[in-house]
């Protein structure tokens, strides 16, 4: 932003050339300095645009290990997702298999249980399925 | 069947004896699953501790890669937002290391893979699902019991969604054994299986010409079994994080 307005002051000097030596000198020295002021400016912009980049590759990468991108976590993700579904099944219709047991009731705690850990079951499915989403929006 | 032997899969699933004992009449044999499983400890003991001797300002290979087990399973921790649960970071970090060189050591012919015992991987289900229980207790009290009780739901629904939130959380340490067990029994199966086809091919006389499909089988299945070896500690550890924080924050 500076540059830009020391680039507008020089315009008056460039106008009057050829004065005297001393103008002359003052002008170009002017010039340089601009010049130089102008390269250094340059560079702290590519310096702060490259440095913005290579954080950015970084977050990327980071976000592809941890989100769902990459192709190993998509794997885990459907197996997590296939287990936590089956162990609520078996778990419920262990437990209506015992309650039946324990109370001589065969087998309406079962079915009872059996139907309520498929239940658990999407619920289970339902909460990863919300907590990566959750993790997405974070 | 008795020529079959050596290329039974299940075989090396097979506990040993080494040692038998029977202290006040428990069965305490030392097997090849105990055996491994010393030696499992014993190489995570001597990668932190020869790993960080040096503590140099550039890490040598050895502390580099204590440090960025370290720091993996603390960017895991962090990310799982266990609030308030540091002091959990050393059992998560215990638990994932013991997984994972399990897991990789396994993968080396001739060793025994410990996780892929049903007992060994229940009972860090069971560890840590004990902790769970106990630390949401003693930390919250009976305000622990909230977390079968989700907010926002109509009195009406309760006696139905109660139930479900039982069962759902006594499924949790069922599918985070048989998870494991599971990944690593197939995937030693399956690589188990390939190598017994390569061998079965190469004894066909004409059909030999068919071994290396098999064998370029088990060579990509070894990169996949590795794979999957690491992803499953790290699921392993980042469900844990996720129960813990249900203990200490219960009431979602």
Not at chain 1, 47 to 76: I, W
Not at chain 2, 129 to 135: A, D, P, W
Not at chain 2, 219 to 234: D, K, N, R, S, W
Request: hydrophobic letters at 50%; charged letters at 15%; aromatic letters at 10%.
């Amino acid at each position: 932003m500076g540059n830009g307005g020391n680039g507008h002051d020089d315009g008056p000097q460039i106008h009057g050339e050829g004065r005297g030596s001393q103008r002359h000198e003052n002008e170009s020295r002017a010039r340089d300095e601009n010049v130089l002021r102008a390269r250094l400016e340059k560079l702290t912009d590519a310096l702060a645009a490259q440095h913005r980049e290579e954080r950015e590759t970084a977050l990327d990468s980071q976000e592809r290990e941890t989100s769902s991108g990459a192709p190993g976590n998509v794997l885990s993700l459907a197996f997590r997702v296939m287990s936590e579904f089956v162990a609520a099944v078996l778990v419920g219709t262990a437990l209506g298999w015992g309650i039946d047991r324990l109370a001589g009731t065969s087998p309406t705690f079962l079915i009872v249980f059996l139907l309520l850990g498929a239940a658990a079951g999407f619920w289970n499915v339902y909460r990863i399925g919300t907590e990566k989403l959750g993790a997405e929006r974070k | 069947m008795a020529e079959e032997n050596p290329m039974d899969p299940i075989h090396q699933f097979a506990i040993k004896p080494i040692v038998s004992l029977h202290p006040f009449g428990i069965d305490a044999t030392f097997t090849n699953a105990s055996l491994f499983m010393v030696v499992v400890v014993l190489g995570i003991a001597g990668l932190m501790i020869f790993g960080t001797r040096s503590r140099a300002l550039v890490p040598g290979r050895l502390q580099s890669a204590a440090e960025m087990a370290y720091e993996f399973v603390k960017s895991t921790f962090d990310m799982a937002g266990v609030h308030g649960g540091t002091r959990f970071f050393p059992f998560v970090f215990s638990l994932f290391l013991f997984v994972l060189f399990s897991n990789v050591i396994g993968l080396i012919p001739y060793t025994f893979t410990v996780t892929s015992q049903i007992a060994v991987t229940g009972a860090l289900a069971l560890l840590v699902i004990g902790i769970v229980v106990v630390y949401g207790f003693v930390h919250n009290g009976a305000g622990f019991l909230r977390l079968f009780v989700p907010s926002g739901v109509p009195v009406a629904l309760l006696p139905f969604i109660v139930p479900i939130e039982i069962i759902s959380f006594l499924s949790r340490p069922v599918s985070l054994s048989v998870r494991l067990f599971a990944n690593m029994l197939a995937g030693h199966i399956t690589l188990k299986v390939m190598g017994g086809f390569v061998v079965s091919l190469l004894g066909a006389g004409f059909f030999a010409i068919l071994a290396p499909l098999p064998f370029v089988m088990a060579i990509v299945l070894t990169a996949f079994e590795l794979l999957v070896a690491v992803l499953q500690a790290y699921v392993f550890a980042i469900l844990t994080c996720v129960y813990l924080n249900d203990a200490i924050h219960p009431g979602h």
